[in-house]
């Protein structure tokens, strides 16, 4: 049996920015706290996870924020073990932060 060609997606941070970036996504969705520092709130948590789910579009009706803030966790870095993400972890309910791997976030590096 033949499977369709797998489509590759973007990592998770690359679909955020792609989403702060985006009038509508942003602020709807997702808004800027601080563009300098790359720090962001998810603004609908219901919207964000089924966008995502409809990017892999093999969930899409199961996604929810739930769900989606565990995958957002394998991409955070964590200074206290010298790791270092993609993401960050803001000490503020729903807010992240592009973390030191993380690259062409800021709109003049588009």
């Not at 970036?21 to 706290?33: D, G």
């Not at 609908?44 to 199961?62: C, I, P, Q, Y």
């Amino acid at each position: 049996r033949k499977h369709p060609p797998k489509i590759t997606l973007p990592p998770l941070y690359i679909f955020i920015r792609n989403m702060l970036h985006s009038t509508s996504y942003n602020p709807e969705v997702v808004a800027w706290v601080d563009e300098e520092d790359g720090s962001f709130k998810v603004t609908n948590t219901t919207e964000f996870a089924k966008t995502w789910g409809r990017m892999k579009s093999n969930r899409s009706t199961k996604m929810n924020y739930e769900k989606m803030s565990r995958a957002m966790r394998y991409h955070y870095g964590c200074k206290s073990k010298g790791k270092k993400g993609h993401l960050a972890i803001v000490e503020k309910r729903l807010c992240y932060r592009f973390g030191e791997l993380a690259r062409n976030w800021r709109p003049h590096e588009l």
